[in-house]
C-alpha cells in the first residue's frame, strides 16, 4: 500500500509570494491534516479536512488556506509569504476517529527568502 | 484545553544504554496515547500506541504503557543502538466526537554515541 506523498519535497520562494503544496492520502483514507514544523514552535495543527469540508482550524492567520478534492486528495495555500513562514509542512492522514493511527507524508521543506 | 508535556531533550546516551524519555499529558475524557519518531529529513512515523488505561503499547523494543493516575506515558527502551538517534513525540487523541485533533508533544531529541 502506498504512503502519504507530499508533492513537492522542497521550495524555495520570496517574500510576498504565494505557495501551494499537495498532499495524497493513502488510499481508503478520508482525513487529512496539515502541520506546521519548526525548530522553535515545534508541530502546529494547521487544519483538518474529511470529506471535502474543513472539520477543524489551528491558529494560524488567514493567508494559510486549504481543500480537499473529491478523491481525498489535499492542497493547502500560504499566501504573501514571509520569512517565518519557512517551516517543514507535514500532511498526514487517517480513516477516521480518535484511535487511528496519523500517517505522515515525508513533508515538504519550504524555505522564505 | 488538551496538553502534552515532554521531557526537554537533547538526551545524548551510549550504545546499549536504557532509555525513558518522560511523557505526561492533560487531557478531558479517555485520550488514546501515542508515541512517533521522526528520523532526519522524514516525516513522522507510528513507534506505539495504548488505547486505554493500563494497555502497553510495544515496538522495536520500546514500550509504554499508560497510566491513567498519573497521567503518564513514558517511553522506555533496555539498551539503545546507534539507529535510534531520532526526535521522539509523545501525543494524545480524544476518544469520540465528531472532530479529531491529535496533540503533539514538542519533541525530544535522542543522540546516541556508539
Known amino acids: 500500500k502506498a504512503g502519504v506523498t507530499q508533492t513537492p519535497r522542497y521550495l524555495i520562494k520570496t517574500r510576498g509570494q504565494q505557495v501551494t503544496l499537495s498532499c495524497s492520502p493513502i488510499?481508503?483514507?478520508?482525513?487529512v491534516s496539515w502541520y506546521q514544523q519548526t525548530p522553535g514552535q515545534g508541530l502546529q495543527f494547521l487544519f483538518e479536512?474529511?470529506?471535502?469540508?474543513?472539520?477543524n482550524k489551528g491558529n494560524f492567520p488567514g493567508r494559510f488556506s486549504g481543500r480537499q478534492f473529491s478523491n481525498s486528495r489535499s492542497e493547502m495555500n500560504v499566501s504573501t509569504l514571509e520569512l517565518g513562514d519557512s517551516a517543514l509542512y507535514l500532511c498526514?492522514?487517517?480513516?477516521?476517529?480518535?484511535?487511528?493511527?496519523?500517517?505522515f507524508g515525508p513533508g515538504t521543506r519550504l524555505t522564505v527568502l | 484545553g488538551d496538553s502534552v508535556t515532554q521531557m526537554e531533550g537533547p538526551v545524548t546516551l551510549s550504545e546499549e544504554a536504557f532509555l525513558t524519555i518522560n511523557c505526561t499529558y492533560t487531557?478531558?475524557?479517555?485520550?488514546?496515547l501515542f508515541w512517533y519518531v521522526q528520523y532526519p529529513g522524514e516525516g513522522l512515523q507510528l513507534l506505539l500506541k495504548?488505547?486505554?488505561?493500563?494497555d502497553k503499547g510495544s515496538n522495536k523494543g520500546f514500550e509504554a504503557t499508560y497510566r491513567k493516575e498519573t497521567t503518564s506515558f513514558h517511553l522506555e527502551k533496555g539498551s539503545v543502538q546507534v539507529s535510534d538517534s531520532a526526535v521522539y513525540f509523545c501525543?494524545?487523541?480524544?476518544?469520540?466526537?465528531?472532530?479529531?485533533?491529535?496533540?503533539f508533544g514538542r519533541g525530544t531529541s535522542l543522540i546516541v554515541h556508539p
Open positions: 498526514a492522514s487517517y480513516r477516521d476517529g480518535a484511535t487511528d493511527t496519523q500517517y
Open positions: 488510499s481508503g483514507h478520508r482525513s
Open positions: 479536512y474529511f470529506s471535502e469540508t474543513q472539520r
Open positions: 487531557a478531558t475524557g479517555y485520550p488514546s
Open positions: 495504548a488505547t486505554k488505561a493500563d
Open positions: 501525543a494524545l487523541s480524544a476518544v469520540g466526537g465528531g472532530s479529531y485533533i491529535p496533540t
